[in-house]
């Protein structure tokens, strides 16, 4: 009997063809990996067959994913509202990794000249340009950035990023320590012990 295609029941089979897809497989070929006959891995696929645990296990192996990645449910909040922090940035978690986060910012100004004022904290982040262009300094090193190109970093380097020239806007992720790092630079600006053109976001 046909299954109900509308729950978590459809969406699993449908992730099962569609991994399956991804990976250039044939029925055959992954029914011989899950030790399935064809015609019972096209019933699954088709909701023709009533889903067992064990060959979900089974099948989640032959996909070279978990069980859990398997049947997890669709996100019920697609859409983020972001936390807005001032005018020119936006920041919101990643709900896939909590360990990540996201930022965007608008940049008015250039880094800054003296070398104290760069930054240096644990962790790793990345950032691409949206618009514009911006300069990153890292250690004695510059690097110019046009839109859409990216940069990846340990920001154990002291480091500090503005813009060149015209306001440029930036989407940067930081992993959880980095994240710590900048909310750390951004309550000594509040106290007046930073500076507006460093590496706070």
């Known amino acids: 009997m046909t299954q109900e295609e509308g729950g978590l029941d459809g969406l699993v089979r449908?992730?099962?063809?569609?991994?399956r897809l991804a990976q250039g497989l044939s029925l055959?070929?992954?029914?011989?990996?899950?030790?399935?006959?064809?015609?019972?891995?096209?019933?699954?696929?088709?909701?023709?067959?009533?889903?067992?645990?064990?060959q979900l296990v089974t099948l989640a192996r032959a996909l070279d994913t978990t069980l859990d990645q398997l049947?997890?449910?669709?996100?019920?909040?697609?859409?983020?509202?972001?936390?807005?922090h001032g005018s020119d940035n936006l920041s919101w978690p990643m709900k896939g990794d909590p360990a990540l986060s996201?930022?965007?910012?608008?940049?008015?100004?250039?880094?800054?000249?003296?070398?104290?004022?760069?930054?240096?904290h644990p962790g790793r982040e990345w950032l691409?340009?949206?618009?514009?262009?911006?300069?990153?300094?890292?250690?004695?090193?510059?690097?110019?950035?046009?839109?859409?190109?990216?940069?990846e970093f340990p920001t154990m380097v002291p480091h500090a990023i503005g813009?060149?020239?015209?306001?440029?806007?930036?989407?940067?992720?930081?992993?959880?320590?980095?994240?710590?790092?900048?909310?750390e630079t951004d309550d000594q600006r509040g106290n007046g012990d930073g500076d507006a053109h460093d590496t706070g976001r």
């Open 14 to 19: 449908k992730r099962i063809r569609a991994l």
């Open 28 to 54: 055959e070929e992954l029914a011989g990996r899950a030790h399935l006959s064809q015609s019972s891995l096209s019933r699954i696929e088709n909701g023709q067959r009533r889903l067992a645990l064990d």
């Open 71 to 84: 049947v997890e449910n669709a996100a019920d909040d697609v859409v983020i509202s972001p936390i807005a």
């Open 102 to 120: 996201v930022m965007r910012r608008r940049l008015t100004e250039p880094p800054p000249d003296n070398p104290a004022k760069m930054r240096a």
């Open 128 to 151: 691409v340009v949206l618009s514009g262009a911006a300069i990153l300094l890292l250690g004695n090193r510059r690097f110019r950035l046009e839109t859409n190109q990216a940069a």
């Open 163 to 183: 813009t060149e020239g015209r306001p440029c806007e930036i989407m940067f992720i930081f992993d959880r320590d980095a994240r710590r790092g900048h909310r």
